[in-house]
């Protein structure tokens, strides 16, 4: 007598080569997006990031003034200006305050925003150099000193 074997192998290959999501797991990733979105936004918000593009903008300011300072040949403060002067250039370069602005003009032309929103600038003559102290609008001060060269 022969035994006959039922082919069980066949249902579960089947069963083990199935892939997909489920509509359980599809929910619960549902359940899960939609509890945590509105959480997110929160955090987001609560999230308090200060700017630096004051301090950025100061410092981009003071290289430009050193890139100047370098180039010319004799550098003097009068009248809260200060004047980097170019003689084989024939030039004269000024920087002062300007409104709000910080400004700077080549022989008197010209008008070449350097630094916005400022408050105030002073330059002071050093013996070696000069110092020039920045005060934004937002009552920040910023101060460097350049050494002639």
């Not at 997110?40 to 004051?54: A, C, E, H, I």
């Amino acid at each position: 007598m022969r035994k006959i074997q039922k082919n069980s192998s066949v249902f579960m290959d089947y069963k083990q080569h199935e892939k997909g999501f489920t509509f359980i797991t599809v929910l619960c990733s549902i359940v899960i997006l939609s509890v945590s979105l509105p959480l997110l936004g929160y955090l987001l918000q609560s999230m308090n990031s200060k700017s630096t593009y004051s301090e950025i903008s100061v410092q981009q300011f003071f290289q430009f003034v050193r890139d100047d300072i370098i180039d010319a040949t004799n550098i003097y403060v009068t009248n809260r200006k200060l004047y980097l002067v170019k003689p084989h250039e024939n030039k004269t370069a000024t920087l002062e305050l300007y409104g709000t602005l910080v400004r700077r003009q080549v022989n008197g032309k010209g008008h070449e925003i350097y630094l916005r929103d400022v408050e105030g600038i002073s330059f002071t003559p050093l013996p070696y150099g000069v110092q020039v102290t920045v005060i934004t609008t937002s009552e920040e001060r910023y101060e460097k000193k350049f050494a002639y060269y």
